[in-house]
DNA sequence: TTGCTTTCTTATCATAGGTCAATGCCGGGG
DNA sequence: CCCCGGCATTGACCTATGATAAGAAAGCAA
C-alpha cells in the first residue's frame, strides 16, 4: 500500500528506493469508515493527510446548521488543517470521510524532516503548495464570478469522477448552491440536449 | 528600500546580514504608477512580487466584462501568478497597480536559489505558501456561505486598512457583489448603528 | 475656480436562487 | 422480503441581490 505513495513521489521527484525507506519509516496507513469523523472543528490537528483510496472532505458547518465542503480528497490528493500545522491553534474546519478510506497519515514536520535526508522533497512540497494556490484561485475566481449553471458545468468537466462518486448534495455544497437549486440546473441542461 | 525586506525575512527566519547581502543581487526594485498593467492575461509569467509600498492587486475579467478581483497585495504582501512561476503556461488572471507603487521584483527561482544559500529559506517558503492556503480556505468559507453584509464586515474587520484605500467598487469586486449591493448593505448598517 | 471623470448613492424593477413542503425513489439493514 | 432513512425531484412562493438608470458627490487636472 506504501508503494502508492512511493510511485506518487518518484513521478513528482528523483527519489530512490533507498532513499524512500529512509523516510517511510515515519508514515503510518490509518482506515477510517464511511462517515468517520477524522477532525472536528476546534480541535488541533498535527497530521497531514495523503489519500490511498477513498474520498476525504474537509467542510464547516454555518450559524444555520448548513456545511460547505471546502475540498474534496480523492486519490492521490493532499488533505490538511493548516491552523493545526502552521501554529497549533483549534481547526476552523471538518474533516471526514465520505467513502471508506485508506490514508497515509504523516506527522506535520514530515517534509521538513524528510528533507534533511532527500533534499528535493522541499522541492515537492513547493510545487504542490503552490499547486493548491492555482487550484483556488481558479475556484475563488468561479465562486465570484459563475452563475450555479456555469459553476456545476465547470464542476463536471474538471471531476468527472468525482461527479459520480458524490451524492448531489454535496457537490451543491462544493459550488456554493442548495441542493434544489443544483436539481434545476441539471432538469435545465437535460432538456437543452434534448431538443438543441 | 531593500532594508525592508530585509527586516522583512528577519523577522521570519534567521537570515544575518551577510547572508542577506549575499543573496540580495538578484533582486530588483521596481516602480509601478497608479493603474499601470504589470501582466496581462495570456502572458506568462517569470516574476514574483513583493509589495514595499503601496497596492497591487490581481484580478479576471468575466465574459460580460466585469472584473472579479482574486487578491489585494499591500504593503509586505506577496503577488504572483502561478501558471507562469510553476509551468510557463499563460496566466489567467490580469496583475496591475491600485496605487503608486515600489515593489521588489523576484526571478521565479529566487527561493530555490537563495535556499542554497540560506537553507531556512525553505521554510519561509513553505510557511507563506501554507499561511496564503489558510487565508484562500477562510476565503472560499466566505464566499460559500455568507449574505453580503456578512462578507463585507468580515472584509473591512480583517482589512481595515483597505477599506480606507480602496475604492467601494473594488471591495465589492472582491466580496463577490455589486458595487450598488454595497452600497445597500452599508446604507443599512449605518441605520442599524444610529438606532440600536 | 472650472470642468471633467470617477465613484457613490438611490430608486425601481427583474430574476436567479433560496425556502418550504410534499412526493417519490432507491438501497441497505433487519 | 419489507421497511426505513437518506437522496433527489418538483412546485409554489419569497427574498436577496443584480440590472438599469439617473443624479449627487468627490476627486483631480488644467
Not at 519509516?25 to 497530521?47: A, P, Q
Not at 493527510?49 to 486519490?75: C, N, W
Amino acid at each position: 500500500m506504501l508503494s502508492i505513495f512511493k510511485d506518487y513521489l518518484q513521478k513528482k521527484v528523483a527519489i530512490t528506493d533507498e532513499q524512500f525507506s529512509l523516510i517511510s519509516d515515519k508514515l503510518k496507513i490509518k482506515t477510517f469508515e464511511k462517515g468517520e469523523m477524522i477532525l472536528m472543528k476546534g480541535e488541533v490537528s498535527s497530521h497531514v493527510y495523503f489519500v490511498l483510496d477513498g474520498l476525504l472532505r474537509s467542510y464547516s458547518i454555518d450559524s444555520k446548521g448548513k456545511t460547505h465542503i471546502i475540498q474534496f480528497a480523492p486519490e492521490q490528493w493532499w488533505l490538511s488543517e493548516r491552523n493545526g500545522i502552521l501554529f497549533n491553534e483549534e481547526s476552523e474546519f471538518f474533516l471526514d470521510a465520505i467513502e471508506n478510506t485508506k490514508a497515509i497519515v504523516l506527522p506535520k514536520d514530515f517534509i521538513s524532516e524528510s528533507a534533511k535526508i532527500v533534499p528535493c522533497m522541499y522541492e515537492l512540497n513547493s510545487t504542490m503548495l503552490n499547486n493548491a494556490i492555482r487550484f483556488m484561485h481558479r475556484r475563488i475566481n468561479m465562486l465570484l464570478s459563475a452563475t450555479a449553471e456555469e459553476r456545476y458545468l465547470n464542476f463536471i468537466t474538471l471531476y468527472p469522477n468525482l461527479t459520480l462518486r458524490v451524492p448531489q448534495w454535496m457537490i451543491a455544497s462544493y459550488l456554493g448552491i442548495t441542493p434544489e437549486s443544483l436539481s434545476r440546473v441539471r432538469k435545465d441542461l437535460a432538456h437543452k440536449h434534448f431538443k438543441p
